[in-house]
Each structure stands twice: as C-alpha cells, then as structure tokens.
C-alpha cells in the first residue's frame, strides 16, 4: 500500500466517528509517518482523544493511554522493578510506555519531574530503569493533548520537551454542517467511542507501517530545496523578533513531513509547495518571540508567514 492510498483510507475510517477534522487527521497520520509525536492543542470536547484512539486502530497499533495530574510519578509512565517475594529476585514491571501508541492526555498538568521521563522515550525509543535500557516496541508513537487556554494548575512544556515534538497540531471547532452531522450520529444512538460498532476497521497493522516508512527513502530531494529548508529555519534564527528559532532539528523535521506530504500528493519529489504547507505544525512550538514582539500583536504564526515570504522560492 502506497503513503498515498494509507493517508486517503486512514481519513475515511477515522471519518467515520471524526468530523470535520480531515487536515488534522492528515498531519497526525504524516507526523507518524515521519518517525515523530505530535502534540495536539485544543480547548475539551473537539475529540482530540477520540482522534487517538481512531488513528491508532486504523494501523492496528497497541494503544495505551495516561492521564496526567499532578501527583503522577515518573514510574507511572515508564513502569519500576518490583521485589518477586517467591524467586527473591525483582522484576520488571512495565509502565503504559511499552506501547505502539501512547496517548499523554493533559501533558501540562504533571509536573516537570514526570513530563521529563518521557524525553528519552521519546528520543531515543528506550528507557533507563536502574541503570538498565529497555527498547520499546516499534513503531514508538506519543499524543499528547493539552488545553490552551486553562493556565490553572498546568506545568508549561519546556522548550526542550517542545522540541520533542515534530508537531504541535491545533484541533480547533468543526463548522456548522459538521457539528449538525455529529449530533445526527448520537440521535440515532451512534456511540462514537465503540470504534468497532461505528465501523471503524484497520487500514494496515504495525509492519506495513514500517514499510511505508521506507518508501519515502525513494523519495527525490534535489539541493535546491534543502537549501530552502536550511534557509527557512535559519531566517527564524536571525530574524530580531525572536529568542528562539528553529534548531537543526526543526529542518529535519520539516524536510521530513515534507517528503511525506509529497507521497501523499502522490509525488516522488518534493517541491516548495510541501515545505510552506508543512512550515506551520513543524515549526510554530519552536519558535518564541521576544516580548516587544509580542506586544506588537506577532505571534509565531505571522512570523513564520513572514519567513516564507521573505526567503526565495527555489525553482
């Protein structure tokens, strides 16, 4: 199965209980493609994880889910090793991290101490426990979901943990049509969280998924646009209106989903096209503005519209 025909049936089965949010379906689909985790920024009740739970059933992942508050330990996540009273040895006990699919749910409400043990996980697909790695399953897939507007309570994401992300995705209100069409499916007694009753099926399973992967190793990346790549988070690290730009990271990043976004169009070469449309989610948590900018009324957004603009198009 091509990236192209994945991305278009993972839309209509995650459709089938998901309205009205095809493109942030299509950017979290591309950030697993890629190798990367996405962070989902929503206000509650726009199915940020229903959207989850959805797209890890279409490729037949495990899917694990923790619900963060503030008295979460870091062992809650990765697991510890317990004394076994019968063979006087300890054992492992694995934490809801040894999964396909990790759902961090509220990853703003628990404390540094806790969002920082998800960093090796994240970077380097194991975890440390008393000075022993253990490998997690591949594929390795976090969501996280946090609440943009409620400040009570919450542990802001360091820039470090930000960077984690390939992605921070904004789920925002479905429009009119949509929101009518979801309250049609409850009054006819739909139970979108039962994905197998509403329809839901797998699309591949977790080796096809790896296989897709590896088509995008055929894709074309002439030097041309890596230079465009480099240049545009670049521009973010020079421009005087920020602390912080986007890192070597953030060009991996982008050239990445923009390889992915060129499958999907059902390209083997990348064009500027796929760089712009995947500049937003790629680079917007990586940028912070300095004060004087922000009360201008600049936010990441418009600023990295003004990079775009600014540095040529390759042609």
């Known amino acids: 199965m091509t990236i192209k025909d994945l991305m278009a049936q993972t839309q209509a089965e995650v459709g089938k209980v998901v309205l009205g949010q095809q493109q942030v379906v299509e950017q979290v689909v591309t950030a697993m493609l890629a190798g990367g985790h996405v962070l989902l920024e929503g206000v509650p009740g726009v ?29 809650d996540v990765t697991g510890t090793n ?29 404390p540094p101490k806790t969002q920082s043990a998800l960093l090796q996980a994240m970077q380097e697909r194991c975890v440390t426990m008393d000075g022993v790695d253990y490998a997690l399953s591949e594929p390795f897939f976090v969501v996280a ?3 943009p507007i409620e400040y009570e309570g919450t542990y802001p994401l ?10 921070k995705v904004r789920v925002g209100y479905p429009e009119a049509g949509q929101e009518n069409e979801i309250l049609k499916l409850y009054v006819r007694g ?27 190793a055929g894709q074309t990346v002439r030097d041309e646009m890596i230079t465009y ?7 973010t690290r020079e421009s005087p209106r920020t602390i912080l730009g986007a890192s070597p990271r953030a060009a991996v990043a982008l050239m990445r989903c923009a390889q992915v976004r060129a499958a999907v169009q059902g390209r083997t070469f990348v064009i500027p ?11 917007r948590h ?20 003004g990079v775009i603009s600014a540095v040529p198009v390759p042609r």
Do not use: W, Y
């Open 47 to 75: 199915a940020k994880t229903l959207l989850s739970r959805a797209v890890a059933h279409c490729v037949g992942a495990e899917f694990r889910r923790v619900q963060c508050t503030p008295d979460l330990m870091p062992s």
């Open 145 to 147: 979901t946090q609440n």
């Open 82 to 110: 317990v004394f076994d009273l019968q063979s006087r040895t300890f054992r492992l006990v694995k934490g809801p991290v040894f999964t396909n699919v990790l759902l961090v749910d509220e990853i703003n409400r628990t």
């Open 286 to 305: 990586r940028i912070i503005l300095r004060p004087e900018a922000e009360i201008e009324g600049l936010t990441a957004e418009g600023l990295i519209d």
């Open 158 to 167: 360091p820039e470090a943990q930000l960077d984690r992300f390939l992605m």
């Open 273 to 283: 096209d796929d760089v712009q449309d995947m500049a937003h989610p790629v680079l």
């Open 229 to 235: 790549v480099a240049d545009l988070a670049r521009r």
């Open 190 to 216: 739909a139970d979108p969280q039962d994905l197998v009753a509403a329809g839901v099926e797998p699309v591949i399973g977790p080796d096809q998924l790896e296989d897709a992967r590896r088509e995008l």
